[in-house]
């Protein structure tokens, strides 16, 4: 991935305010969407130690995470007292394998990643400028059952009032992307005045969308 060393400075110095120390609530609500079974293989691209990870895998018996960095993946296996196996894989790599959950280490693009029926991206795409996000799709594309879906939760606000990561992917842009895909809208929290990204950063709008996208 490009500007790797951006993402393991913010592990390393614990910069970490994209990181939600709950399930994310969006999660909850909106993955019934995805009509899951417990037989569906999940996939959680740029996964970081999101607390999700432990939510999916007590309703799916395959979980597949990746995470450039791997003080996180210590640090998640760490703090839910998991101790997991952890396989190196052609020098790129480490998979770390406990019960329902595989994480791997490393670039997402290169990740021997199993094909899945479900992805889940909360922070992946947003994370990522536009001129990664083509190769991002194609990736993710490559990697979905025939029937797959993509939960997408993403982002919406003027680029120009603030630099990314994580960056503003509004529906357009998701729909140009995912083009042969079937794209429903399901949601979007348009942020009040309170939001700190309007009090504080002065942005003109903020919103958080969440997506149903089917093969």
């Known amino acids: 991935m490009k500007d790797p060393e951006f993402w393991h400075g ?3 110095s614990n910069q970490i305010g994209f990181h939600l120390e709950d399930v994310n609530p969006l999660l909850i609500e909106f993955w ?20 999700d990870l432990v939510w999916l895998a007590s309703k799916h018996g395959d979980v597949q995470g990746v995470e450039l960095s791997n003080i996180a993946v210590r640090a998640f296996f760490a703090e839910h007292f998991y101790t997991p196996m952890v396989i190196p894989i052609n020098g790129q790599h ?3 394998q406990f019960d329902e959950l595989s994480i791997y280490t490393g670039d997402f693009f290169t990740a021997p990643i199993k094909p899945v029926d ?34 997408l939760v993403s982002l919406d606000y003027d680029q120009s009032e603030m ?21 429903t809208k399901l949601h979007r ?6 939001h700190p990204k309007i009090a504080q ?4 709008r903020f919103a958080e969308e969440v997506y149903l996208i089917e093969k």
Request: aromatic share 10%; net charge negative.
């Open 10 to 12: 913010k592990w390393a």
């Open 32 to 51: 019934p969407h995805t009509q899951p079974n417990y037989e569906d293989k999940v996939f959680v691209p740029l996964c970081g130690k999101s607390e």
């Open 94 to 96: 480490e998979l770390f």
């Open 118 to 151: 479900v992805v889940y991206d909360r922070a992946s795409m947003i994370a990522l400028p536009a001129e990664m996000r083509v190769e991002y799709v194609h990736r993710i594309q490559s990697l979905l059952n025939p029937g797959g879906r993509v939960l």
């Open 163 to 183: 630099a990314g990561p994580p960056f503003s992917v509004p529906e357009q842009e998701i729909r140009e992307l995912y083009a042969q895909y079937k794209v």
């Open 189 to 194: 929290d348009e942020a009040g005045p309170d």
């Open 201 to 204: 950063k002065g942005l003109s």
